[in-house]
């Protein structure tokens, strides 16, 4: 079982940078892939960027490519989302997801485990 808590989420402006955080309990995080979702209101949840239970491979949605991080820190079982020239089209509900997986399985359903998300509003 794990779970897991998103932090880091607030209001920011076009061109800012913004990291998010998901700290997980349970033992089996380190041996878990690790993913960010978003949802923006009125639309479905879509896959942002992924990482393998080593963090030696990162797989990322063509619209975040070159802008967002993801990295992990297994030994304070955290995962970390650094978003950088955000946009508005950013915005929406950002989930953290736990799964055996592979690293590049994009579908929510590769996941067995979410947070309950966190806030990103991007103004333009």
């Known amino acids: 079982q794990v779970q897991l808590v998103e932090s880091g989420g607030g209001l920011v402006q076009a061109g800012d940078s913004l990291r998010l955080s998901c700290a997980a309990s349970g033992r089996t995080f380190s041996s878990y892939t690790m993913a960010w979702f978003r949802q923006a209101s009125g639309k479905e949840r879509e896959f942002v960027a992924a990482?393998?239970?080593?963090?030696?491979?990162?797989y990322y949605a063509d619209s975040v490519k070159g802008r967002f991080i993801i990295s992990r820190d297994n030994a304070k079982n955290t995962v970390y989302l650094r978003m950088n020239n955000l946009k508005p089209e950013d915005t929406g509900v950002y989930y953290c997801?736990?799964?055996?997986?592979?690293?590049?399985?994009?579908?929510?359903?590769?996941?067995?485990?979410w947070g309950q998300g966190t806030q990103v509003t991007v103004s333009s």
């Open positions: 990482i393998s239970w080593s963090g030696g491979s990162t």
């Open positions: 997801a736990a799964g055996p997986t592979p690293y590049d399985c994009s579908g929510y359903r590769c996941y067995n485990y």
